[in-house]
């Protein structure tokens, strides 16, 4: 048997079934409000005591590797990690959430792998600056949380546990089944993302509630200048698409943020600014560049950034002139970050300049049309299982963590280009289609 049939057997199976059983306790016996009261009524199903449970297996996972049980400590950490899925589900079905749960639950989370994470330092498996620069940030945020009038975690913590789970498999893995090539090289680079959101998360904790939105699309700015940097510079256009893949992570938060914390009076304007840079003239840079013929490239290019700049001015004049304050769920025509992937994939993957050609002109044309696309976080998103959306963003992390490790990034290219085109392609599939209307 192979290493990675005894994965699958030993360690993949278990966890799945695990998820399996967890995920079907909480559909079957949360259903009816005689089910929901039932579990109202226990103490020991309240989200808080789920959380509190929590607070030492941290500890026995540890103790439970030191003695020489490691696949055991795997399963047994999977599964109290699980149960922080479980809780939050109990908490929203059975209208349980409490102000003081929004301190506990991620309390809980960080005993559960701060332990193990300073075990695996001490053992020579994670680097221990970064892991003691990670937990300094955990501590920090933790404590701000005494004088913050938000307790609960923010999108970078979330996205930090999510990824210091998916490394900690990793690190198990790698620790119970030897040299694991793959695995080995995805370590450090997941290590620096996590300190790295560790770092964000605790930024903003520490900052005013309405400047949320505003730091997100600063960042969004950052990210598209740097890309025009890096094209000007000549460094490969890969480069300044992965910096507009991260702005398009940012973008998708920083409206529900501004809805949900308010926002200055700069920041719709904020907003556009960095949405041009970023998607349309760091894009256009990398359609100019792509192209062995500079003066095609410069026209194509020219193009993409005269239609986002057109599309983004026409998505706000209508707003306001319909009156929509919030965020809206339907988009008339293609959205300027799903261009933005579409054309930077294509023109870094496809190598022949007509084929490059005829996908830019057409997704510049479908920018300025009106046909009507569901926006990417508000309406698709919220359709597609939690589960199916963690595993998934888990793997791609993964493949993206080793192209950076490798400087190969043809897996998350390729999966980024089917999606763009998928998604461009998305009208059709609706038949009539939405209200083609902004909101």
């Given at each position: 048997m192979t290493t990675y049939s005894s994965i699958m057997?030993?360690?993949?199976?278990?966890v799945l079934l695990m998820l399996g059983l967890e995920r079907f306790a909480v559909s079957r016996f949360l259903r009816t409000p005689e089910q929901i009261a039932w579990v109202r009524a226990h103490r020991w199903l309240h989200p808080n005591a789920i959380s509190r449970a929590r607070y030492p297996m941290g500890f026995v996972s540890v103790a439970l590797l030191y003695l020489g049980f490691p696949r055991l400590c795997f399963l047994f950490f999977t599964f109290w990690m699980i149960t922080d899925i479980t809780d939050g589900d109990i908490a929203r079905k059975c209208d349980l959430h409490t102000e003081e749960g929004e301190s506990i639950d991620p309390f809980s989370d960080k005993l559960m792998y701060s332990p193990m994470l300073a075990y695996?330092?001490?053992?020579?498996?994670?680097?221990?600056?970064?892991v003691g620069l990670f937990l300094t940030f955990d501590v920090i945020g933790q404590t701000s949380r005494r004088f913050s009038k938000v307790k609960a975690a923010n999108l970078f913590g979330k996205a930090k546990t999510f990824l210091v789970v998916v490394l900690l498999i990793v690190v198990g893995l790698v620790l119970i089944y030897g040299k694991l090539p793959l695995l080995n090289r995805a370590i450090n680079p997941l290590l620096w993302i996590c300190t790295s959101l560790a770092f964000c998360s605790t930024i903003f904790k520490l900052i005013p509630n309405y400047w949320y939105a505003n730091i997100l699309s600063l960042l969004n700015l950052v990210c598209g200048l740097a890309g025009c940097w890096v094209i000007l510079t000549g460094h490969p256009p890969v480069y300044a698409l992965g910096l507009v893949?991260?702005?398009?992570?940012?973008?998708?938060?920083?409206?529900r943020a501004a809805e949900r914390w308010g926002s200055t009076p700069q920041g719709e304007l904020f907003d556009d600014v960095a949405d041009g840079t970023s998607f349309g003239l760091t894009a256009g840079l990398i359609v100019t560049a792509s192209f062995a013929q500079l003066w095609v490239g410069m026209l194509l290019g020219g193009l993409y950034v005269g239609a986002t700049v057109y599309r983004l001015i026409r998505f706000v004049v209508e707003k306001r002139k319909e009156g929509i304050l919030g965020g809206v769920t339907t988009f008339a025509g293609l959205p300027s970050p799903a261009g933005a992937l579409a054309v930077g994939t294509t023109c870094v993957l496809i190598a022949n300049d007509l084929v490059s050609g005829i996908i830019v002109v057409a997704t510049a044309l479908l920018m300025i049309s009106?046909?009507?696309?569901a926006h990417f976080g508000r309406t698709i998103l919220p359709k597609i299982p939690r589960?199916?959306?963690v595993l998934a963003l888990g793997a791609f992390l993964f493949m993206l963590a080793l192209g950076v490790h490798r400087d190969n990034y043809l897996a998350p290219l390729l999966i980024s280009f089917v999606a763009a085109l998928t998604y461009l392609i998305s009208p059709l599939f609706w038949g009539k289609g939405p209200k083609e209307t902004l909101s």
């Open positions: 057997l030993e360690i993949a199976l278990p695996l330092a001490w053992l020579g498996w994670l680097n221990p600056v970064l893949f991260l702005g398009q992570f940012l973008d998708l938060f920083d409206g009106r046909i009507p696309y589960v199916v959306r």
